[in-house]
């Protein structure tokens, strides 16, 4: 996730002090993805070195107050028009758990893609009840039509999740038979070949 061009964006709105762009930034995403304000001050800092944000001074109130530069809004720009490309994939936990699991004795794989699978379900189950319950306001704020598709995208992830897991159980016994019966066809073959030797004593 770019914080960088998230804080950008929303100085276009006007200038603003780190805990109003933390605040702002968590209502217009329903605080799916919390900030922490250290972060946020953090980049902030380096958007100034960069050329990108100002400080625009105390408000009065003892909060330094940033604006966009004119180098920011061509960065901003330059974002939104730019697609999102993956080129290294984020860390995805749960597959690094099913990886290292299938490398080490004593795990029992089922069990671990079944407690996944419950919270998966569970967790689709509350964004699919909010997806609901936004819908049924017939919200026209910008903010709340924004957090009805922040919704979306978790129902969507969600779904995939889940099945990506049948598909990891589904090919695990595939696997497993199939390990199964490499190992039984050594021993088959071997006890043939003794029954042969005998009869053609």
């Given at each position: 996730m770019s914080i960088r061009h998230s804080l950008l964006a929303l100085l276009q709105d006007q200038p603003m002090y780190g805990y109003q762009l933390r605040s702002e930034f968590e209502e217009r995403t329903g605080s799916t993805w919390p900030l922490n304000i250290g972060q946020v001050y953090t980049t902030l800092d380096r958007l100034e070195r960069d050329g990108l944000a100002a400080n625009d001074g105390d408000d009065g109130e003892g909060h330094v107050m940033y604006r966009i530069t004119e180098a920011g809004q061509a960065e901003v720009s330059?974002?939104?028009?730019?697609?999102?490309?993956?080129?290294?994939?984020?860390?995805?936990?749960?597959?690094i758990k099913l990886s290292l699991a299938l490398t080490l004795d004593g795990l029992d794989i089922e069990a671990i893609l079944q407690a996944q699978r419950t919270a998966?379900?569970?967790?689709?189950?509350?964004?699919?009840r909010q997806r609901r319950a936004a819908a049924k306001a017939e919200a026209e704020q910008d903010h709340d039509v924004a957090w009805i598709l922040v919704l979306d995208s978790l129902i969507f992830t969600a779904e995939a999740e889940i099945r990506w897991l049948d598909h990891c159980e589904?090919?695990?016994?595939?696997?497993?038979?199939?390990?199964?019966?490499?190992k039984a066809a050594p021993t088959t073959a071997g006890s043939q070949d003794k029954n042969s030797q005998e009869v053609s004593r």
């Open positions: 330059k974002w939104f028009s730019a697609p999102v490309i993956a080129s290294n994939p984020p860390r995805n936990e749960l597959a998966s379900m569970l967790n689709l189950q509350s964004y699919t589904g090919w695990l016994k595939k696997h497993q038979s199939s390990t199964a019966r490499r």
